[in-house]
Structure formats: structure tokens, C-alpha cells
């Protein structure tokens, strides 16, 4: 699909000043409103994660923060990032005011720009945010784009997210499973053990432990189909890890037309974010499901 450049539409004021909103929602990043505490609290976040994540996140992630050069300097120049990931995978983050609906965000994806919410959480927000914001989308998401595989996958990703939502919110379902599973809360097999690379993960102090270190929740080998017929929890960390084996193989998984597999999907009743399938689960680890939630999986 063609992407017409943004079109500057109007001014609006918004919490962080009067900020220039375009037609597709992309704005400027206003750098020079951010507040030293904003800064404080980038700095606080990454200096927290970077001592917890090595030996925890996979080696592409780190390899790719260090790469851009982020650090405990203040929030970064999405410009100045730019120049670091349009030219190795042709990728550029956009800012944007927040959750984009799903079809502008597909459209970002397909087109190799990734969108970041311009603000960033308050000092008392360090260790939980319902919505996603600067340092959740920037240093959670931003360091795989420079992966060629991944960013691949990315870019898959959103031009299979346009064709699902022309086929039906059952389809967004089971892709926004997959998203979910992967993107924000994957696992991936090393031959040092298993390291996380899910942006909701890196970016969460508590689940980066949580998600490797605790026997309560399942960790299971990726399976397609498997992973999109999952409901999946938004108020906890999650009962289920997904655990791949490479990038490539969830690039090479989700290469085919998904069309049919909406179809058989349609058909079965979707399991619950706890369950595991032992006739036909790889499992890395049968969670104890100490401190679950009971109630509904979204
Ligand atoms: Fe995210």
C-alpha cells in the first residue's frame, strides 16, 4: 500500500504543549519539552534494565541497544536513532501521541516505520503502565529493528495485519495473539538457555525475572497455530511464554498466506493463556500456576 507523507493538519494542545498533529497521527517529537524529570525517568528505567538484562535478554537485543548508542543521557533523538536504523535495515521510528488503531499500525509496519509515544511515564509510574509510552515502545521494541530477520518479520507482520483486517475481527484475533506472544512477550533458545526478546518483557523490571526465573508460569516451544489460538493476559504478568528457536523460524513460520489457518481457527474454541496441551506442546517448563488470576483471559 502507498504511503502518502504525513499531512500537517492542525495544532493541538496536549498535555506536553502544542504539538503538531498530521492526518495519520505522526507528530514531531517535541525533544525540547521534556522535563528533567522525564529524563530522570528515562535514565532511571535504562540504568535499571541494562544491569538486569544481560544473560536475560537474547544477544541481538543487547547487540542492538548498544549499536544505537541509547544510554543514561537523557531521552534519545528519535532523528539521531534514524540515522542508525534507516541505514542498516531501512526502518525509522515515528513519534506518535499513543496506541495507534490497528489499521494505522499496520500501515506503519508494512511501510518499516515503527510508531513510539512521544511521552514518557512519571516518576511513580516506574513499574507499571497500562498503556505503552516512550521507553516501553522505544527501548522495549526499537533495538531488533536493526536485526535484518526481525525487522523482516516486523514488516510481514503489518502487511499481514492489513489483509486480516479486511477478512474480519476473528483474523485481528488471532494476529494480535501472535503479536502478543511474540513481539511483546517471545522467549527464544540459545545454547546458553533461554533469553527473553519480547519488548513487553524487556521493558517490565518484574517480569524480566518473572518470565525465566519463576516455575509458575508454562514455557512452550513456538507452535503457529498453537500461539494464535491462545487468549493471552493483559492485567498480569502472562501464564504462558512462547519460546522460539530462532528469528528465522518465526519469519519462515508466518512467510505462508494466512487465510486457511483463520479458517481452522474459526473453527475451535481457543485455549485458555494457562493451558497446556500435552499430547502436543513442546514444554520447557509445566508452570506451577502459583498466583494465577482466575478471572477471564482477554
Ligand atoms: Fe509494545
Redesign the pocket.
Known sequence: MEHTPPRKVEHQQTDRGYVPVYATGVVEQPWDSYSATDHEVWNTLYARQCKLLPGRACQEFLDGLARFGMGEKGIPKFSELNEVLTAATGWQIVAVEGLLPDEVFFDHLANRRFPVSWWIRKPDQLDYLSE?DLF??LF??VPLLLNPVFADYMQAYGRGGMKAFGIGPEALMNLTRLYWYTV?FGLIDTPDGLRIYG??IVSSKGESIYCLDSEAPNRIGFDLERVMNTRYRIDSYQQTYFVIDSFEQLFEATTPDFTPIYARLAARPPHAAGDVLDTSDRVFNYGTREGWATNADT
Open positions: 505503552p516501553h515502545d522495549g521494541h511483546e519488548a513487553g
